[in-house]
């Protein structure tokens, strides 16, 4: 039998278990004991302490150097989100935000991810395009390869189709008049 | 005027496979509206207007049939609080009185939330294992929305969400797991340490940050950005199909050498459930997982999955005020509980 380790008295039938940053803790308690305890609080979404760290990271970073000072002043030009206000709050406020803080940003997403770049589902929208640049990247790699290899007739072959490939991605942009 | 009523969810219903371990799989896609701020620094007008825009992108489409439409405004504490309990919407949307809404298929298996911390959280929740067939089910919703909205989408980065520990796919997937075993012999502290080694995030199912009750876990993919959603489920799986070995091979040593007190423990679990006078709903939820344990160890056959998924819901606060239908204090709420299982109980043991 366990015994309660708030009363001591009677056994504890309550069995909580603590995960406080990668430490775990058990309380044991007994039905009245746990009962003062105050009603749980019922959540489905994953509550991430990350939200807290980069937030912290971010706020770090931006203070001290000049450099950093502007960083910090770094506004989005759509919803005026400034970079130190997203340090501080975590979350950007519109997709431009992205374009905003690009260079800023990667570094955090590789921390978090340890990747940034996506791979996954594309809206049936933005198929043809994102096709067309991971098929670019794709041929990037192949092209290293071939240098490495010192096949340079054929490393010349993959930088041109890679060219025309980039040269039809930017006419779809002028096109489309995307911003980016 | 329609109000939110107790009913069972599909995920309650006990079946799927690996449902003496998993309770229950859930996804979820984050997505925004291209040109719009994120509700978070979005005005009251940008967000009505996102709502209005989401609302006629699904008004009168034969694919939104059986869905209906509930505003969080229009909605009471505790309609909301119950919603919450039962994992259809999050905590998050029922505080977003403003424009916060809710499309919520008949089944209550695929909810979709307007307004929260995204201008879109579609999400899908099905019982047992089936992580494809959840994935599935709000992809089809995703698939049909993004026909007739415009999201927010980077080549580079993919699906732009307002927090950046959700970017790329904007796919959270989670299984709610049962694993009395594990944590009875303390293999639990172990098996944390490592899924979170693997990129997993690792929580109780109920209490506040990460407390276990119940016996009840959650596990979810972290990494949003540079994984397909393929690769996200199928990390997922292997790792919770070991997970589901260890606990069925403790499980089985316990039942080889204590099989009179786990069978014992059921049954006073189920002795508990049906006459005790006052609850608190940690005990409540402690016993029910004796009685689960039972029941899956064919040590008890008078319950099912379906009464014990039922029972872990309707225990909940919001659950029971809106059964009782009035507002109960702590005190009162612990009188309510146990009447209420023990009509449930009645109900279903006749
Ligand atoms: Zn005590
Ligand atoms: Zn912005």
């Known amino acids: ?180 | 005027m329609k109000q939110i009523e107790f009913s069972l969810s599909r995920w309650m219903d006990g079946s799927g496979p690996e449902s003496d371990i998993v309770i229950s799989s859930r996804m979820r896609a984050a997505r925004n509206i291209k040109g719009h701020s994120f509700p978070c620094l979005a005005s009251d007008q940008e967000t009505a207007a996102v709502l209005k825009i989401i609302s006629a992108a699904v008004d009168g489409k034969p694919d939104f049939a059986d869905f209906t439409n509930w505003t969080m405004g229009k909605l009471s504490t505790l309609e909301r609080q119950t919603l919450v309990e039962k994992h259809l919407i999050s905590p998050f949307l029922a505080r977003e009185s403003t424009h916060g809404a809710l499309l919520l298929r008949r089944d209550e298996a695929v909810s979709i939330m307007i307004n929260e911390e995204d201008h879109l959280r579609i999400q899908a929740i099905l019982p047992g294992l089936q992580l494809e067939e959840t994935w599935r089910e709000a992809g089809r919703y995703d698939d049909l929305l993004e026909s007739e909205l415009e999201y927010a989408f980077n080549e580079r980065f993919g699906y732009l969400t307002a927090c950046p520990t959700n970017i790329g796919t904007g796919l959270r997937a989670s299984v709610m797991l049962h694993l009395p075993a594990l944590i009875m012999t303390r293999q639990i502290n172990h098996l944390l340490g490592a899924l979170s080694q693997v990129g997993l995030t690792v929580r109780g199912l109920y209490g506040e940050g990460t407390e276990i009750i119940g016996n009840l876990v959650q596990v979810s993919n972290q990494v949003t950005l540079g994984q397909t959603e393929d690769e996200i489920i199928s990390n997922l799986y292997s790792v919770i199909h070991q997970v589901i070995e260890q606990e069925q091979n403790t499980r089985q040593a316990l039942l080889d050498k204590k099989r009179a007190n786990l069978a014992d423990r059921a049954w006073r679990a189920l002795g508990l459930l049906k006459y005790a006078q006052v609850m608190s709903s940690q005990e409540a939820i402690q016993l029910i997982s004796d009685l689960r344990l039972g029941y899956d160890l064919g040590l008890i056959k008078t319950v099912n999955h379906k009464i014990l998924n039922e029972l872990l819901v309707l225990i909940r606060p919001g659950c029971l005020q809106l059964l009782a239908g009035k507002e109960l204090d702590n005190s009162e709420r612990n009188l309510e509980r146990p009447a209420q299982i023990k009509k449930t109980l009645d109900r279903h043991l006749e």
């Open chain 1, 1 to 180: 039998m366990i015994l309660c380790q708030e009363c001591r008295r009677n056994e504890a039938n309550i069995h909580i278990i603590k995960n406080v940053d990668g430490k775990q803790s058990e309380l044991n308690l007994c039905e009245q004991c746990a009962r003062k305890k105050e009603e749980l609080d019922f959540s489905f979404e994953p509550q991430f302490s990350l939200h807290k760290l980069f937030a912290s990271m971010l706020g770090q970073s931006v203070r001290g150097s000049r450099e950093e000072m502007t960083a910090a002043a770094m506004q989005c030009p759509s919803c005026g989100l400034t970079f130190a206000q997203f340090g501080q709050i975590g979350r950007l406020g519109c997709s431009e935000c992205f374009s905003a803080f690009e260079g800023r940003l990667k570094p955090l997403l590789r921390r978090i991810h340890g990747s940034c770049i996506h791979s996954g589902k594309v809206p049936s929208r933005a198929q043809n395009r994102v096709n067309i640049l991971r098929e670019i990247d794709q041929l990037k790699e192949e092209l290293q390869v071939k240098i490495q290899g010192e096949e340079f007739e054929e490393a010349a072959l993959l930088r041109d189709r890679v060219r025309a490939m980039e040269g039809t991605v930017q006419e779809d942009l002028t096109e489309k008049g995307d911003p980016q």
